[in-house]
């Protein structure tokens, strides 16, 4: 994609430059790949899901905002 723009690009893509900001993880979860923020004890708050699997956006275990315990997790 080309963005031919005088806007800054900071502008542009502020929303991007302050979600890339948080302490977002990558992990495995229930076999699909999700972007996780760290909470306290132990625990992680689901942001995204990375899947080309429609089954994996129905799944409601995988739904944005739900909490999730770090024993459930597998760190890759």
Excluded: H
């Amino acid at each position: 994609m080309i963005l031919y723009s005088i806007v800054p690009p900071e502008v542009v893509f502020k929303d991007f430059f302050e979600w890339a900001d948080q302490n977002n993880l990558e992990l495995n979860y229930l076999g699909e790949k999700v972007v996780v923020v760290p909470l306290s004890n132990n625990r992680y708050r689901i942001e995204r899901v990375i899947s080309t699997s429609p089954k994996a956006y129905l799944n409601p275990k995988l739904m944005p905002g739900s909490i999730i315990l770090g024993n459930e997790l597998s760190f890759r």
